[in-house]
Each structure stands twice: as structure tokens, then as C-alpha cells.
Nanobody, 116 residues
Framework: QVQLVESGGGLVETGGSLKLSCAASGNIFSINVMAWHRQAPGKQRELVASITKGGKTNYGDSVKGRFTISRDNAKNTVYLQMNSLAPEDTAVYYC??????????WGQGTEVTVSS
């Protein structure tokens, strides 16, 4: 089992920045990919960014150049630095971990609201 706890969400003005954190615990050695997804009201959950254990990253088209995902394997934590935030970034952001056996775990989510 893997437990994920997100933090860092909140209210920010357009153009501002936020940094989300996701701390993993439990069977952390089984984790391969960690990712951030988001779900806005009335919309489907979408991938924001992912990072492999080796550091390979992938970003959703809408956040490329604005968001940066990073991972501290020693702290079992993944981060999402979000810059140039816009109202369309408003959503609940979920941390996700996928193990080497393709088991998937989710955090409880942290809310990000960008005011216009």
C-alpha cells in the first residue's frame, strides 16, 4: 500500500505562483511514476504532469512552460511548481503514484483557486 498526502493548495491571483507537495509513505520502494492530475468543476480529470523514478517528465499541453514537476526520492516527495497561473487552472489537484506492478494510488486532493 502507498499513502499520498498533498499540500500547498490555496487561493492565488492571476499570474501568481503556487507550489504543491505530495508526500508518499508506505511501500514507497514500489513506486515508479508519480504524477499530478487535476479536475475542474464539470470536467474530466486530466493529467497535469508526471515524472518517473529516473526523472523523465511529461506535461499536459495546457501547462507546458508554466508548470514544473520535480521529485525528491530521498524525501519521497513530488512537487509541482505552478507559475503564471490563470483562472482555467482552477481545479482540485490530485497526486498519483503508479507502482512497478501498475497499481495506482491517489491522494485526497488539494484545491487550487485562481482569481481573475
Amino acid at each position: 500500500q502507498v499513502q499520498l498526502v498533498e499540500s500547498g493548495g490555496g487561493l492565488v491571483e492571476t499570474g501568481g505562483s503556487l507550489k504543491l507537495s505530495c508526500a508518499a509513505s508506505g511501500n514507497i520502494f514500489s513506486i515508479n511514476v508519480m504524477a499530478w492530475h487535476r479536475q475542474a468543476p464539470g470536467k474530466q480529470r486530466e493529467l497535469v504532469a508526471s515524472i518517473t523514478k529516473g526523472g523523465k517528465t511529461n506535461y499536459g499541453d495546457s501547462v507546458k512552460g508554466r508548470f514544473t514537476i520535480s521529485r525528491d526520492n530521498a524525501k519521497n516527495t513530488v512537487y509541482l511548481q505552478m507559475n503564471s497561473l490563470a483562472p482555467e487552472d482552477t481545479a482540485v489537484y490530485y497526486c498519483n503514484a503508479v507502482t512497478l506492478l501498475f497499481q495506482t494510488y491517489w491522494g485526497q486532493g488539494t484545491e487550487v483557486t485562481v482569481s481573475s
